[in-house]
């Protein structure tokens, strides 16, 4: 697409408004030796299932139509695995349909499942997602990783995903961190924040106390990015149930669950960053067509947008998501939010793609200290929080559940939940996993509007998906 | 020993010759820690692909002739009329026309520059590129997109000036046919195989 028209940039109009009412996730890992992909989703099923204190008998006669998010055949060696997970799931005969659209497949996910109670076809649908990606050694996934490049123009090129992002960490790097230490710095908090955060996550597969040095000293995978800066290659599943209003009541009457009004908004770009043309920036509500006028004086080299330092898709997702639920501001309007950080750069370069921070300043959002549950700077709470989960540094990155964990945890501040299952000492137990002496309290006081962000490639496909308590909305009139 | 996967076509039809793939028995994954019991098994299999470029064959033939070619739109009434791209598109993206190939060669050989580029230390597996490797992204005087491809000789900087060289003896038929070195490189110093 070279241009747009004014029919191509319509903000999307729900016909009927969409609730979720329920999430859940299994545990995420390296490796599941001991368990099938099904057993993984049906352990998020029943989460779900018990978040909303019924059984999943109960929760399936409900669901009209499912979607399945699950990117890579290749890496769990079947096809058609959504019949698999649906049989087993024991949803037939109703209707599914399996979604990819690479590391946004979780997203995309979302949007599928949100179109269809929407428009009416269905009033409950169950949204999971999942991948599989042990079945082969770390070299070799990142092989198949790499096929989600141009297989003729990209891949042979080294088969490693992470430098094609590199590319871009580079440019960003000496434009718009004007190849600052301290730009590097700023970089390995993220690693920091999100590796820390992990700790107090009992579903997180790198929990870590680490430091900034300790991120600069690991081992360069492409520079300027080092292994710390990457995100995990992760087995797991999640789900979500979205409903309409009388459904949503219903399976919500006995529940700590308060449905929450859901928007999901997507954009796309070029697979091969190669192809993005120059292009003038659409601008977001809280942006004005003056703000990157001088945008090369000030960063010599980044009046070239996209380029290689900006996501359209991103931007895109976020201008539909926004105008559908009335975002102006997103660090004003809403509470916490969980990023794509599928490497610490490509974290900072969302910050400006949906407005938090404008373009070329989009390390001040960390800087600030904003991005933290408790601000560093000054021991408030931090303005906007984000990845509290951990993201996909410190958490997981099971493609095609991503997105889906991402609303999970997003739901779960809402809710006013967090601790209750983040802090379950039952679940650290099931999980083998050690529950630290210091687990902290990550719950965003107050939530009431959150965001998702689920990014895939270098940028080809993005999704925002947006919930709010519906007491708090902001277009009152929705 | 058998031979690989060979192909040709005839008729329009693909002609295999050789093996497609070899057979590795399965072997059992057991459970140090649990008496050995079954956890499940290996499941090996090597394929050979049949790749078809369709309308970019002639960029990857054109590689090994030592030649950079490109396409560009000429459909009149068209906005992106005159738009050259490489990476090949063999449509406009635009009007969907058929794009005309053009020689981008001496283009190449005289504006060639680094935009950004990335030094990798690891590779997944099947890379054959030597590491690290150092990856360029290109642009062209005129062109409107910017070619990713790998830097042979030297140090990648912002803005360094590139020329392109091709793999003329042995070539592969792939991307990796391409590369690159710093303006000014003598023939004697680059790779095996590969000329101006």
Redesign the interface.
């Known amino acids: ?3 747009f028209s004014k029919q191509q940039l319509k903000i999307p109009k729900l016909q009927r408004p969409v609730y979720l009412v329920t999430a859940g996730q299994s545990k995420f890992d390296r490796a599941f ?2 368990k099938r992909t099904e057993e993984l989703c049906i352990d998020s099923f029943t989460m779900a299932a018990g978040l909303l204190d019924i059984s999943p008998a109960e929760l399936k006669k409900y669901i009209h139509t499912c979607y399945y998010g699950h990117f890579a055949d290749h890496f769990g ?1 079947q096809l058609l695995g959504e019949s698999v997970i649906h049989d087993r799931l024991g949803l037939d005969p109703l209707g599914n349909v399996g979604v990819k659209t690479g590391g946004a497949t979780g997203g995309s996910t979302m949007w599928e499942g949100m179109k269809a109670v929407a428009s009416g076809y269905s009033d409950c649908v169950l949204v999971m997602g999942w991948e599989r990606m042990d ?1 082969v ?1 770390t ?8 096929c989600a490049a ?5 891949s ?9 992002y ?6 960003y790097w ?1 434009i718009f961190g004007k190849s600052e230490d301290s730009f590097r710095r700023t970089l390995a908090e993220i690693a920091v924040k999100h590796h820390g955060y992990a700790r107090f996550n009992p579903f997180a597969q790198a929990p870590m106390k680490i430091t900034v040095d300790d991120v600069l000293n690991s ?5 300027p990015l080092r292994a710390l800066d990457c995100c995990l290659m992760s087995v797991g599943a999640a789900c979500s149930i979205l409903c309409d209003e009388d459904t949503a009541d219903q399976l919500t009457k006995n529940s700590k669950n308060k449905p929450l009004r859901i928007w999901v908004s997507a954009g796309s770009h070029t697979l ?7 292009m003038d920036i659409p601008l977001l509500p809280n942006e004005t067509p003056d703000q990157y006028k001088d945008l090369g004086e000030r960063f010599p ?1 980044g009046d070239r947008y996209p380029g ?1 330092t900006g996501f359209l898709a991103a931007r895109m997702a976020a201008l539909y998501g926004y105008g559908m639920a009335g975002i102006t501001d997103p660090t004003e309007d809403l509470d916490v939010v969980e990023l794509h950080d599928a490497f610490t750069i490509s974290d900072v370069q969302t910050y400006e793609d949906i407005g938090i921070r404008p373009y070329g300043y989009g390390r001040e959002y960390v800087e600030s200290g904003d991005c933290y549950h408790t601000n560093p700077n000054t021991g408030e709470p931090g303005k906007l929080p984000s990845n509290l989960s951990g993201g996909l540094i410190g958490c997981m990155h099971s493609v095609g559940a991503t997105g889906i964990m991402q609303t999970y945890e997003i739901a779960t501040h809402i809710w006013n939940r967090w601790d209750e299952i983040h802090g379950d000492d039952k679940l650290w137990k099931q999980y083998n996993r050690e529950k630290p002496s210091d687990w902290t309290s990550l719950q965003v006081k107050d939530a009431k509007r959150g965001m998702a962000i689920s990014h895939a490639g270098v940028g080809s496909h993005v999704t925002a998906t947006i919930l709010m308590d519906p007491d708090h909305l902001i277009n009152k009139d929705d | 020993m058998s031979m690989f996967g060979q192909v040709y076509v005839k008729d329009n039809k693909y002609k295999l010759k050789g093996e497609f793939h070899h057979l590795t028995p399965n072997t059992p994954i057991r459970d140090a820690d649990d008496n050995w019991k079954l956890l499940g098994v290996t499941n090996p299999r090597d394929m050979t692909f049949i790749h078809s470029y369709g309308g970019e064959a002639i960029f990857f033939e054109s590689l090994s002739q030592g030649k950079l070619m490109a396409t560009r739109c000429d459909q009149d009434g068209c906005d992106s009329k005159g738009t050259i791209y490489i990476p090949f598109r063999t449509h406009c993206p635009d009007c969907l026309g058929k794009n005309s190939v053009i020689d981008l060669t001496d283009i190449a050989k005289t504006t060639a520059k680094v935009h950004t580029f990335m030094v990798c230390e690891r590779s997944g597996a099947f890379n054959v590129l030597e590491k690290p490797i150092k990856f360029i992204n290109i642009e062209f005087d005129g062109v409107a997109t910017i070619l990713m491809s790998y830097l042979s000789l030297g140090e990648p900087e912002f803005n360094m000036e590139v020329v392109p060289i091709f793999k003329t003896t042995g070539p592969t038929f792939t991307i990796l046919d391409l590369s690159w070195v710093p303006k000014g490189t003598s023939e004697s110093q680059l790779p095996e195989g590969f000329t101006f």
């Open positions: 697409m070279i241009k030796p001991d060696d079945e050694p070299d070799e996934g990142n092989f198949l990783i790499s141009d297989k003729d123009w990209e042979p090129l080294g088969h490693i995903y992470t430098g094609y590199a590319v871009m960490a580079q440019r000496q081992p360069v995978v492409a520079y091969r960053p190669a192809d993005r043309l120059d080299g290689f």
